[in-house]
Antibody, heavy 116, light 108 residues
Framework: QVQLQESGPGLVNPSGTLSLTCAVS????????WNWVRQPPGKGLEWVGE???????NYNPSLKSRLTVSVDKSKNQFSLRLASVTAADTAVYYC??????????WGQGTLVTVSS | EIVLTQSPGTLSLSPGERATLSCRTS???????VAWYQQKPGQAPRLLIY???IRATGIPDRFSGSGSGTDFTLTISRLEPEDFALYYC??????????FGPGTRVDF
């Protein structure tokens, strides 16, 4: 079982950078890819991006130019940075461990609001 | 890009009834790449089914997945009160890499 916990600012200024960290209990394993999924209030799920244990990344094309996902194995955590945010980036952000082509273990989620 | 369509949008049923949820893809996809999730208000989604028909760890056997090609189904054989929730299907492999359907709400 993998447990994940998101942390980071709940409020970000427009045009600023959204930064979140996900702490992983049990450590960053090569069994999983390390993902971010977001959900705007009252809307559906949108996959943001992922990184593997070895450092490979895949990003949602709609966010790719603004997005960085990184993994810090020494700290058992992975991170999300999304630049030049607008109100459209307001969402609950989930960190997720994926395997078998599915999002298997989810964090509880953290709401990030983009507003001045 | 593969588009996922879920139907119906809302399914109104009672405890004990059978729920049949549909997920259709705009192009044929491999069974390996289809998953289903349950989400309750204020909670993170939970993986129910992966590989179109494989129950995730701890998922009761009243949940089953089936289908192939472009048509996939999540069946809840007998609804329990805790099953009233939102359900999403997901495909892996197109653009974006993980693509979620719009969801089906199962209401009491």
């Amino acid at each position: 079982q993998v447990q994940l916990q998101e942390s980071g600012p709940g409020l970000v200024n427009p045009s600023g950078t959204l930064s979140l960290t996900c702490a992983v209990s049990g450590g960053i394993s090569s069994r999983f890819w390390w993902n971010w999924v977001r959900q705007p209030p009252g809307k559906g799920l949108e996959w943001v991006g992922e990184m593997s244990y070895s450092g490979s990344t895949n990003y949602n094309p709609s966010l790719k130019s603004r997005l960085t996902v990184s993994v810090d194995k020494s700290k058992n955590q992975f991170s999300l940075r999304l630049a030049s945010v607008t109100a459209a980036d307001t969402a609950v952000y989930y960190c997720v461990a994926s395997t078998n082509y599915a999002q298997t273990f989810w964090g509880q989620g953290t709401l990030v609001t983009v507003s001045s | 890009e593969i588009v996922l369509t879920q139907s119906p949008g809302t399914l109104s049923l009672s405890p004990g009834e059978r729920a049949t949820l549909s997920c259709r893809t705009s192009q044929s996809v491999g069974n390996t790449y289809v998953a289903w999730y349950q989400q309750k208000p204020g909670q993170a989604p939970r993986l129910l089914i992966y590989g179109a028909s494989i129950r995730a760890t701890g998922i009761p056997d009243r949940f089953s997945g089936s289908g192939s090609g472009t048509d996939f189904t999540l069946t809840i054989s007998r609804l329990e009160p805790e099953d009233f929730a939102l359900y999403y299907c997901q495909n892996y492999g197109s653009s974006p890499l993980f693509n979620f359907g719009p969801g089906t709400r199962v209401d009491f």
